[in-house]
Protein backbone atom coordinates (compact mmCIF):
# COMPACT_ATOMS: atom_id res chain seq x y z
CA UNK A 1 0.00 0.00 0.00
CA UNK A 2 1.06 3.56 -0.61
CA UNK A 3 1.69 5.56 2.69
CA UNK A 4 3.63 8.26 4.34
CA UNK A 5 5.10 7.70 8.17
CA UNK A 6 6.25 10.59 10.20
CA UNK A 7 8.43 10.52 13.20
CA UNK A 8 10.33 12.57 15.14
CA UNK A 9 7.62 13.91 17.63
CA UNK A 10 8.62 14.60 20.82
CA UNK A 11 7.80 17.10 24.12
CA UNK A 12 10.20 19.42 24.16
CA UNK A 13 11.01 22.70 26.07
CA UNK A 14 10.53 26.07 24.36
CA UNK A 15 13.82 27.25 22.58
CA UNK A 16 14.45 23.47 21.72
CA UNK A 17 14.46 21.94 18.56
CA UNK A 18 13.37 18.76 16.84
CA UNK A 19 13.55 16.97 13.44
CA UNK A 20 10.48 15.23 11.83
CA UNK A 21 10.92 12.94 8.90
CA UNK A 22 8.21 11.51 6.81
CA UNK A 23 9.22 8.68 4.63
CA UNK A 24 7.14 7.00 1.89
CA UNK A 25 6.83 3.29 1.37
CA UNK A 26 4.75 1.77 -1.72
CA UNK A 27 5.68 4.66 -3.79
CA UNK A 28 8.53 7.24 -4.88
CA UNK A 29 7.90 10.74 -4.08
CA UNK A 30 10.78 12.01 -6.77
CA UNK A 31 7.43 13.73 -8.89
CA UNK A 32 5.16 15.15 -5.92
CA UNK A 33 5.50 18.31 -3.79
CA UNK A 34 5.39 17.51 -0.44
CA UNK A 35 4.26 19.29 2.74
CA UNK A 36 3.98 19.66 6.29
CA UNK A 37 0.73 20.54 7.86
CA UNK A 38 -0.67 21.12 11.49
CA UNK A 39 -3.53 20.78 13.65
CA UNK A 40 -3.53 22.19 17.19
CA UNK A 41 -6.79 21.14 19.34
CA UNK A 42 -9.42 23.50 18.67
CA UNK A 43 -7.72 24.66 16.08
CA UNK A 44 -7.92 24.77 12.39
CA UNK A 45 -5.14 22.57 10.11
CA UNK A 46 -2.70 24.96 8.58
CA UNK A 47 -0.26 24.38 6.27
CA UNK A 48 3.84 24.90 7.84
CA UNK A 49 5.98 24.80 5.00
CA UNK A 50 6.07 22.84 1.41
CA UNK A 51 8.86 21.74 -1.11
CA UNK A 52 8.53 21.37 -4.78
CA UNK A 53 9.71 18.28 -6.38
CA UNK A 54 12.92 19.89 -7.67
CA UNK A 55 13.23 21.89 -4.17
CA UNK A 56 13.53 24.54 -6.63
CA UNK A 57 10.32 26.49 -4.28
CA UNK A 58 9.33 26.20 -0.73
CA UNK A 59 6.80 28.00 1.17
CA UNK A 60 6.68 28.63 4.91
CA UNK A 61 3.69 29.50 6.95
CA UNK A 62 4.44 33.01 8.73
CA UNK A 63 4.73 32.40 11.68
CA UNK A 64 7.30 29.99 11.49
CA UNK A 65 9.79 31.48 8.84
CA UNK A 66 13.42 31.54 10.31
CA UNK A 67 12.60 29.10 12.52
CA UNK A 68 11.34 25.83 10.43
CA UNK A 69 13.26 24.42 7.41
CA UNK A 70 11.82 22.21 5.04
CA UNK A 71 13.74 19.35 2.83
CA UNK A 72 13.89 16.83 1.14
CA UNK A 73 15.81 13.39 0.19
CA UNK A 74 14.46 11.90 -2.90
CA UNK A 75 17.09 9.32 -2.75
CA UNK A 76 15.43 8.26 0.47
CA UNK A 77 12.09 8.51 -0.39
CA UNK A 78 11.89 11.22 2.82
CA UNK A 79 10.65 14.31 3.16
CA UNK A 80 12.14 16.17 6.74
CA UNK A 81 10.97 19.22 8.61
CA UNK A 82 13.69 20.57 10.98
CA UNK A 83 12.54 22.77 13.43
CA UNK A 84 13.97 24.96 15.89
CA UNK A 85 13.68 27.77 18.70
CA UNK A 86 10.42 26.09 19.16
CA UNK A 87 7.38 27.77 20.75
CA UNK A 88 4.53 26.46 22.41
CA UNK A 89 2.10 27.60 20.12
CA UNK A 90 3.92 25.04 17.92
CA UNK A 91 2.34 22.40 19.84
CA UNK A 92 0.16 20.11 17.63
CA UNK A 93 -0.21 17.20 15.63
CA UNK A 94 2.07 17.14 12.64
CA UNK A 95 1.30 15.85 9.21
CA UNK A 96 3.15 15.12 6.32
CA UNK A 97 1.32 15.02 2.96
CA UNK A 98 1.91 14.22 -0.93
CA UNK A 99 0.12 15.88 -4.07
CA UNK A 100 1.01 16.66 -7.78
CA UNK A 101 1.24 20.29 -8.56
CA UNK A 102 3.94 20.93 -10.87
CA UNK A 103 7.28 21.86 -9.88
CA UNK A 104 5.48 23.91 -7.12
CA UNK A 105 4.28 23.91 -3.58
CA UNK A 106 1.34 25.82 -1.68
CA UNK A 107 -0.07 24.86 1.78
CA UNK A 108 -3.71 25.01 0.57
CA UNK A 109 -3.85 21.16 1.97
CA UNK A 110 -6.82 20.08 0.04
CA UNK A 111 -5.71 18.42 -2.85
CA UNK A 112 -3.25 16.56 -1.50
CA UNK A 113 -3.27 12.16 -2.72
CA UNK A 114 -1.62 10.72 0.57
CA UNK A 115 -1.44 11.94 4.08
CA UNK A 116 0.34 10.44 6.80
CA UNK A 117 -1.34 9.49 10.35
CA UNK A 118 0.65 12.28 11.96
CA UNK A 119 3.47 12.99 15.03
CA UNK A 120 2.50 15.23 18.34
CA UNK A 121 4.75 18.15 18.80
CA UNK A 122 4.55 19.22 22.34
CA UNK A 123 6.16 22.58 23.63
CA UNK A 124 6.02 23.14 27.35
CA UNK A 125 8.52 23.97 30.43
Known amino acids: QKQLVESGGDLVQPGGSLRLSCEAS????????LGWFRRAPGKEREGVAC????????NYLDSVKGRFTIFRDNAKNTVYLQMNNLKPEDTAEYYC??????????????????WGQGTQVTVSS
Open 97 to 114: AAERFGDRCRLLGITQLY
Open 26 to 33: GFTLTNYA
Open 51 to 58: VSPSSAIT
